[in-house]
């Protein structure tokens, strides 16, 4: 008896994948090529090879690997494979990564400025922004390649759920426009390259006076423009962002506008179940995060004193104290740890652990906003596929299996839980108020049904 | 008040949730026995341990540090003998406990209705951790598996074989699948599913005999229409009886389950059963007499935790409510809802043109209340659905409401017309 007649799923790949995957491979192997040197004689025909054919066939070849399957929760064989259960692929995969973080963020200038590598990027800088690329432009470019190609993936993945989709359409919009082709044609325009999907905390040179690149000094040397932004960003951090986050959680922006969370969101999709879910995670996690949002506010507090001051406190430390949050926080802590170690630790360990942002965002969320996740009823069988798929590591049965609404600081509302969970147990909702996110849910008593908590 | 030791046998979701109820509610020293599993899983979840979807540690519901911190001993053992009149049991490997209250909540056990070749290796159900690790062993590298039995463990074992890329023949001696708790409609849904994911399923079909090579091992299975069918791995579905091997040829009075009282009482003093292994003398109208689901199993932990506690409460359950999944089909189902028309009761049925979502609403012929829900592919909200059902709300007035029940993700249309 063959296989292929009452199999459900081709064990095998058709032609189109094939074609697609080769295509990806050839796609990668020119990309290492071409930092070897060739990258810098043909730029055009490297271009073509490495950021348009490669990415093409991976999105293609991932695309139809779901499209293929029905639609419905695909997670099997997950924890049967090397690259997703901290196998030896993962751990190959993950030292690349953390590698190229390393590279190109303490990576010698004098590599970076006639690096190969850089030059197979000319191509699309040149269109976008009239220059050549630089190390942080390769950057840009491949993060938002990595969020559109692994979000077709997430789209295809999660096709039956229209939550999905349309919020996997959000970020993959916010991180083309906002996050890469705006602050493009700004630096092309001789304009702040300035990102409108980032505001303090999470970017807080914005409102440091000086000492950032992106200072509200610097920003404001820009003439109307500067000013116009400064008080998008003041907006956006003081007004917007607890309005919104009382009305819809903090979901708004981790896993709708947010590029970190855009990225675990795509890319990092494949390793969230990696995240830790004991209650000591759940204490670091604490503990971090709020030091992180502390030390971010009393170095701004303090650099906006020195300046009134004229200097007079910390003299020309600012510069160093920014350049020292820069080094820890956002290049060690966001890029090498935050996406280096995906195949690790799992996605959004940044987000979880480190972000100021969603620290912020966290405590508005817990505190004051109409945001829950609801339990239906007495559904829950404790089955766990909700807390083994959460990427911020949040036990999300331990609640549903008692009948409770889950209100948890950290949840960044990706709605993964409500997705996999097998009997309809979870709904994201935003309620009619605030008061009653946390009380008056019904569980089950063994006494003639559902019986309010006391 | 002098501690007792009440000791429960077994570890599911009946006898966990009896002693985390009774942990909350008293001091005594409590003991759960199981020879199962060190510790409590979810045994609804052993399917996607084999899917790879989760791993063990996944499906355990509480965190291990739970049970030292919540003061609820844990024995990995089995009991060979209960002495009901010393209050005493004996373990399979010699030792002894005494007991002040026992509380059996002995699950179920596989069905096997005597098939030839049923003992063969490569032959099991699917109930148990260890049925789980069997199952494994079994279809590594197997060309096909047969399933008997079209419930819903039967068509769990045949979604997880597929995901394994293991052909599968799903045999179901019914003419629509799980028809004695579906309707038709729901039925038919249901069978058309199965068959979009190439299971080659085939209904009025009987297993007959099972063949095996020489070394013992199943190579094919024969249908009472004499087709032989030759495959590696054969899942025996057919339902599960109460687990009372322990307790026959004792003072404990038994039917096909413990027989127990609505307070859960057996008729020997101090001593409980409950969850799948438990037989209500008195069942409540409309409930069957042996309730083998998650929830009942944990609504009698929560009821026989407030007896053995001091607060004698009956076992009341409120609507019925149940759910499961298909593949990627879920199904919901509140109140009354039966598999074939009843006299005094009508039902409305809507299907979308998809034809893979479907909702049922039963309702009183006369007086036009709701009675029931049955969802397809859809979500409703427990608590609205519960509410509707005990007031005996008016069908119209359900329909024109009806949004108030969804609880699909936001920007799920919601489909339901009529």
Redesign the interface.
């Known amino acids: 008896?063959t296989?292929s007649?009452?199999?459900?799923?081709p064990?095998g790949q058709d032609a189109v994948q094939r074609i697609a995957l080769g295509a990806f491979a050839i796609g990668l192997l020119a990309l290492v090529i071409a930092a070897f040197g060739p990258g810098e004689e043909f730029p055009q025909l490297f271009f073509w090879l490495a950021v348009v054919l490669g990415p093409t066939g991976g999105a293609v070849y991932a695309v139809r690997n779901f499209l293929h399957r029905?639609?419905?929760?695909r997670?099997?064989?997950?924890?049967?494979?090397s690259l997703f259960n901290r196998g030896m692929v993962a751990w190959v995969f993950g030292i690349v990564l953390t590698g190229f973080y390393i590279a190109l963020y303490w990576g010698p200038d004098s590599y970076w400025g006639s690096a190969a590598l850089v030059r197979v990027f000319d191509p699309l800088s040149n269109l976008l922004t009239g220059s050549p690329a630089d190390r942080w432009f390769l950057y840009g470019a491949v993060y938002t390649m990595a969020v559109l190609v692994m979000g077709l993936r997430a789209i295809a993945k999660y096709r039956?759920?229209?939550?999905q989709?349309?919020r996997t359409g959000s970020i993959m919009f916010f991180q083309l426009g906002f996050a890469f082709l705006i602050p493009q044609f700004l630096k092309a325009m001789d304009r702040p390259e300035f990102y409108f999907s980032y505001f303090w905390p999470l970017k807080p040179d914005y409102l440091w006076p000086e000492g950032g690149y992106y200072s509200f000094q610097w920003i404001l040397d820009k003439g109307g423009l500067g000013l116009w932004m400064l008080l998008f960003a003041g907006v956006m951090t003081f007004i917007a962002t607890p309005v919104l986050t009382y009305f819809f959680g903090k979901r708004w922006y981790c896993s709708w506008v947010c590029g970190c969370g855009g990225l675990a969101n795509t890319a990092g999709d494949p390793f969230r179940q990696l995240s830790d879910k004991?209650?000591k995670a759940w204490k670091v996690e604490r503990w971090m995060i709020h030091s992180v949002l502390l030390i971010i506010i009393a170095i701004t507090l303090l650099l906006w004193v020195n300046s009134f001051l004229g200097g007079s406190i910390l003299g020309n430390l600012s510069h160093t104290l920014s350049k020292l949050y820069a080094f820890i926080i956002i290049q060690a802590f966001s890029g090498v740890i935050g996406v280096g170690f995906y195949p690790l630790l799992g996605t959004r360990v940044w987000c979880r652990f480190g972000c100021p942002m969603a620290a912020y965002l966290g405590i508005l969320q817990k505190y004051f906003s109409r945001f829950r996740i609801?339990t239906?009823?007495?559904?829950c069988?404790?089955?766990?596929?909700c807390?083994?798929y959460c990427e911020m590591g949040i036990d999300v049965?331990?609640y549903a299996?008692r009948g409770e609404n889950i209100v948890r600081a950290s949840c960044v509302g990706c709605?993964i839980c409500?997705?996999v969970c097998?009997?309809?147990v979870l709904?994201?909702?935003n309620g009619p108020t605030h008061r009653d996110r946390e009380v008056g849910n019904?569980i089950?008593?063994?006494?003639?049904?559902?019986r309010l908590r006391p | 008040m002098e501690v007792r030791s009440i000791v429960i046998i077994g570890n599911g979701?009946s006898g966990i949730t009896a002693a985390r109820h009774i942990r909350k509610r008293c001091d005594d020293a409590i003991t759960v026995i199981s020879a199962e599993s060190e510790h409590f899983f979810?045994r609804?979840?052993l399917m996607?341990i084999y899917?790879?979807?989760?791993?063990y540690a996944?499906?355990?519901?509480y965190?291990d540090?739970f049970w030292e911190k919540n003061r609820i001993s844990l024995r990995n053992a089995r009991v060979a003998e209960v002495d009901f009149e010393e209050r005493n049991l004996s373990f399979s490997d010699g030792s002894t406990m005494e007991y002040d209250v026992l509380i059996l909540a002995t699950g179920s056990s596989s069905n096997r209705f005597g098939w030839p070749g049923q003992d063969f290796k490569g032959v099991q159900g699917l109930y148990s951790l260890q049925n789980l690790e069997s199952m494994e062993r079994d279809t590594q590298g197997i060309?096909?598996a047969v399933i008997v039995g079209g419930g819903l463990i039967g068509i769990e074992m045949a979604e997880m074989l597929?995901?394994r890329?293991i052909?599968?023949?799903f045999l179901v001696r019914e003419e629509g699948f799980w028809n004695n708790v579906l309707p038709k409609e729901e039925s038919d849904m249901v069978t058309r599913h199965i068959r979009?994911?190439?299971?080659?399923l085939r209904l009025s079909t009987e297993l007959k005999e099972i063949t095996a090579d020489e070394g013992g091992r199943a190579r094919a299975v024969v249908t009472t229409a004499g087709e032989e069918i030759?495959c590696q791995f054969v899942g025996l579905t057919a339902g599960v009886h109460p687990n009372i091997d322990l307790v026959k040829n004792t003072p404990l009075e038994t039917d096909r389950g413990i027989l127990v009282d609505s307070f859960l009482r057996t008729n020997m003093p101090d001593v409980y059963a409950l969850g799948d292994c438990a037989q209500h003398r008195e069942p409540q109208a409309g409930r069957a007499s042996i309730e083998q689901v998650?929830?009942t199993g944990?609504?009698?932990?929560?009821?026989?935790a407030?007896t053995v506690c001091g607060e004698p409460?009956?076992?009341?359950?409120?609507?019925w409510?149940n759910?499961?999944?298909f593949?990627?089909m879920?199904y919901?189902t509140y109140g009354t809802v039966p598999a074939q028309p009843r006299q005094g009761s009508d039902s409305l049925w809507w299907e979308h043109p998809n034809g893979k979502q479907g909702l049922r609403i039963v309702f009183d012929s006369r007086t036009k209340a709701v009675l029931g829900f049955n969802a397809m592919g859809i979500?409703?909200?427990?608590?609205v659905c519960?509410q509707w059902i005990?007031e005996g709300a008016h069908l119209d007035q359900v329909i024109k409401n009806l949004k108030q029940a969804d609880?699909?993700?936001?920007?799920?249309?919601f489909a339901v017309r009529y």
Not at chain 1, 5 to 9: A, G, K, R, T, W
Not at chain 1, 444 to 450: E, I
Not at chain 2, 313 to 319: C, D, E, K, S, V
């Open positions: 008896m296989h007649l009452v199999n459900p799923y064990a029905p639609a419905g929760v997670n099997e064989q997950v924890w049967h494979r039956h759920s229209n939550y989709v349309v004991s209650l609801t239906n009823g007495g559904q069988i404790s089955c766990g596929n807390s083994t049965k331990a299996q709605g409500a997705t097998p009997r309809g709904k994201l909702e019904p089950v008593f063994g006494n003639d049904g559902f | 979701i979810s609804t979840a996607y899917m790879g979807q989760m791993k996944h499906i355990k519901p965190e540090r060309g096909r597929a995901t890329r052909p599968v023949t979009s994911h190439h299971i080659d030759p998650w929830y944990r609504i009698m932990g929560e009821t026989v407030a409460t009956a076992y009341r359950p409120g609507i409510f759910s499961a999944k593949f990627d879920e919901q979500r409703l909200r427990h608590t519960d005990r609880f699909n993700p936001e920007f799920t249309p």
